[in-house]
Structure formats: structure tokens, C-alpha cells
């Protein structure tokens, strides 16, 4: 680690971090100081609803104080689950059903209902996957001798894994854009990361944080040879956002271009050659043990019947961004500033990793395959804070950055747009 961090790059990120750290938790701890939004927010057209003054009155895990402006929408899922387990009472119902005698089998350390009929209503926390939970719970413990709130010590906790877990994904992205961009290229890919429009997702309960360390640098050592610690670190991006089994597809395009296949032919099997392709699938392994288990199918169920998301709902996708393109050519509004930013961000996303196939056609592959089935998961919200994990949108970047204009012309856009984000999520408004 004292050598790692010896170097000058790794340091500066380190330092850039730190300085990003100090400055989002300042300007959300000084947000509702000093600011106060007006509701509802008529983003989409559930939001008037959703967001009226104490609309979030009764979701317990929403209304601890400490680090409050932290803490909203999916976060209460991801709370529930570290202090109560899938299980919770706390945690709103949805009418989905599955019978757990059904499943395949459980999953640990989440074990299935021990008596369950098939009434049994699904918890919404179903939809969400359990690594982030799980290490909320593990850092709760040492953290718990503070004396807060179980509450407050979770929020804490969960904004610390996302902290660190952004770290580390920017130490990634840095030596993935050294290796084509240089040194100053990697700083800067390093900096667009969290200075992204969605970039404050990176510093709240969410997903995020966790799943760019994970998953970026599985990108990193599968492309230098290192499977078992990629198919590892791919595997845990799995079990945090089901995003993450698309991790398989750069890592066996480095197992094909290693020609380990040959070794796969009549007559000339290799067990190392078959290891290192059960390495590069374990990202499909892992994510088929979870579809077949209890949390699995109920995950299905959860985000098919309240959520509305599902793989390859081309019906659903059609008509919904039919809707938006509606919204954005009715004029100005608030539906429209917001979907126009979220369609902004899939293109681009899009554009980035078409532009990247040449370069990097390893991480142009995973980012394609996760744009394309963000856009067609059958709902047209949430996709800037989507790309956030695909590393093409940030070499793009990069590379456009080696021109001072661009770099700051960016930057001034790029930290104007997040504050407006992050002090809608602050609120508890619909910030995607």
C-alpha cells in the first residue's frame, strides 16, 4: 500500500478524493441551512405525489437526522435490509407473491422466510441486491461503539463503504485512462468521475460508490491477466447491482484474445485453459445462483410489479420514451428539464462507448451492453446516474479534457448541474 500510494498519480487522486469528500458532505450539511425547496416536485407524474410536505413522514429509515440530506428514496431499501434483513416490518409491501418452498435455494446470509405462505406479500427491499447492505452491517459493528442510533450509525456506515468504494474506483479509472491518455489523462477521468452531473450518487446510500470500486477495477486486472482477482471483485459487483454480470463479457473477450480457447479443442483440453474460462464467466455463474434462489425470483417479481423494470421490455421502453420525447417537444417545464437531462445522459453514454470500441473495446463492451439494457429495462428515468458506471463516458471525457477550454467549460457545467441534482436529493425531491 506505501508503495501504491507512492506514486505521484495515485496520490493526487487520493488527494482530489479527499477534496471532493470535504466539499460534497460541506454542501449538503449546509444545504438546508441556508436553502429551502419548494414541493412538490412535478418531475414525472408520480412525483407531486410523492414528494408533498411529509410524504416521507411514515418510512422510518428516511427520518433519523444525522446526515439526513444522505439519506432518501432507494436508501431506505438498503438500510432496512443492513439493520432488519429483507424481512423488515418497517419496509413497505408490494403485491407480488412467491412461495419460498418454491426457490431453488436460500442465500446467505439472507435466508428465506423460515415459514412462509404463498399470501405472503413481497417486501420491496426484494429489488435490491445485498453486498452494499452487507457491508453496512459489517462496518456497523465497530462503529456502533460510538454510542448513536442504530439508524444513525447505518447512515454513517453507508455513507462510508460508498466513500471508500469511490476511492478505489477512481484509482482505477486513473490507470485505465494512463495506459491511453497519460498521466494527466487519468487525473482527469479520475475527476470527471465525481464531478459528473450524477456524481453526487457517489456520496449517498446508494449503489454507486461501492460498485465503480468493484467493478472498475475487475475491468482493470482482467485486462492485465489477473482473473481470479477480476472474476472475485466481478462476482462482489454482481451481488451489489445486478449490472455487474455484465462484467463477464470484457472478461472473456481477454479470455479469447489470450487464445485459451485453443486449448479448449479435441484433443488438446487444458484444465488450466478451462479454470480460466470458469473465472471469466463467474459474473453469469454467480448472477444464475442468485436468479435461482428465493431473493432472486422474488427480485424479479419486485421490480416487474412495482417498479416496473424488467429485461428487454420493449413494450414498456417504446411507450415510455414515446412519452418523454412527447414531454421535451410540449416546451419548458419541469418534466422537461428533467427528462431532457436524462435522455442527454443515455446518448451520451451511447456515443462514448461507440467511440471507444476501437480503443478500448473491453470496457466499450460492457458499457454498451449496460446502456443498452438501462434503456430497454421498460422505464425512461434514472439513466444519467446509470452511466455513471460505464468507464467510456470518463475517457471520452478525457480525452476531449486535453483542450483547457474543455476541460474547464466542462467542469463549470458538470458542477452546476450536480449541486442542482444534489439539492433536489437533499430535499427529497426526484433527483433520478
Not at 463516458?393 to 476541460?407: I, N, P, S, T
Request: proline content about 4%; charged content about 15%; glycine content about 10%.
Amino acid at each position: 500500500m506505501r508503495t501504491f500510494f507512492q506514486d505521484t498519480g495515485h496520490r493526487t487522486v487520493a488527494l482530489i478524493w479527499l477534496g471532493w469528500v470535504v466539499a460534497i458532505l460541506g454542501f449538503q450539511a449546509y444545504l438546508p441551512a441556508r436553502l429551502e425547496l419548494a414541493r412538490p416536485d412535478y418531475a414525472i407524474e408520480w412525483t407531486p405525489q410523492e414528494t408533498r410536505a411529509g410524504a416521507q413522514d411514515d418510512k422510518l429509515y428516511l427520518n433519523e437526522p444525522f446526515m439526513n440530506t444522505h439519506v432518501s428514496w432507494d436508501s431506505e431499501f438498503y438500510l432496512g435490509v443492513a439493520l432488519e434483513g429483507y424481512h423488515s416490518d418497517n419496509i413497505r409491501r408490494v403485491n407480488g407473491y412467491f412461495d419460498a418452498e418454491n426457490a431453488v435455494l436460500g442465500f446467505w446470509p439472507f435466508t428465506a422466510p423460515a415459514v412462509a405462505s404463498p399470501g405472503d406479500r413481497l417486501s420491496m427491499s426484494m429489488a435490491f441486491f445485498p453486498l452494499y447492505p452487507l457491508a453496512i452491517r459489517t462496518l456497523s459493528l465497530p462503529l456502533s461503539l460510538v454510542g448513536m442510533a442504530p439508524i444513525a450509525t447505518a447512515t454513517l456506515a453507508g455513507v462510508i463503504v460508498s466513500l471508500l468504494g469511490t476511492l478505489a474506483g477512481m484509482l482505477a479509472l486513473y490507470q485505465l485512462a494512463k495506459d491511453e491518455l497519460g498521466e494527466d489523462g487519468g487525473l482527469r477521468a479520475a475527476f470527471y468521475l465525481v464531478i459528473f452531473p450524477s456524481g453526487f450518487f457517489l456520496a449517498q446510500i446508494y449503489t454507486e460508490g461501492l460498485f465503480v470500486g468493484l467493478a472498475f477495477w475487475s475491468l482493470l486486472l482482467a485486462r492485465r491477466g489477473q482473473f481470479g482477482w477480476a472474476a472475485l471483485l466481478a462476482v462482489l459487483a454482481t451481488y451489489t447491482r445486478a449490472v455487474g454480470v455484465l462484467l463477464a463479457l470484457p472478461m472473456l473477450y481477454h479470455w479469447a484474445r489470450s487464445g485459451a480457447w485453443k486449448q479448449l479443442m479435441p484433443g488438446q483440453f487444458s484444465w488450466p485453459a478451462a479454470r480460466s474460462l470458469l473465472l471469466a464467466a463467474a459474473p453469469l455463474l454467480a448472477f444464475g445462483l442468485w436468479r435461482i434462489s428465493y431473493y432472486g425470483q422474488a427480485f424479479t417479481i419486485v421490480e416487474d410489479v412495482w417498479f416496473g423494470r424488467g429485461l428487454l421490455e420493449w413494450g414498456k421502453t417504446s411507450y415510455n420514451w414515446g412519452v418523454v420525447l412527447d414531454i421535451l417537444r410540449a416546451g419548458v417545464s419541469q418534466s422537461s428539464a428533467y427528462y431532457g437531462l436524462e435522455l442527454a445522459g443515455i446518448l451520451f453514454g451511447f456515443i462514448a462507448c461507440l467511440v471507444g470500441l476501437r480503443r478500448h473495446p473491453d470496457l466499450a463492451l460492457f458499457g454498451l451492453a449496460a446502456v443498452f439494457l438501462s434503456f430497454t429495462s421498460g422505464q425512461a428515468q434514472g439513466m444519467y446516474r446509470y452511466i455513471l458506471v460505464i468507464p467510456p463516458v470518463f475517457l471520452l471525457l478525457a480525452r476531449a479534457g486535453k483542450h483547457a477550454a474543455f476541460d474547464r467549460s466542462w467542469s463549470m457545467v458538470s458542477l452546476l448541474l450536480m449541486s442542482i441534482m444534489a439539492a433536489l436529493f437533499s430535499f427529497d425531491l426526484w433527483a433520478g
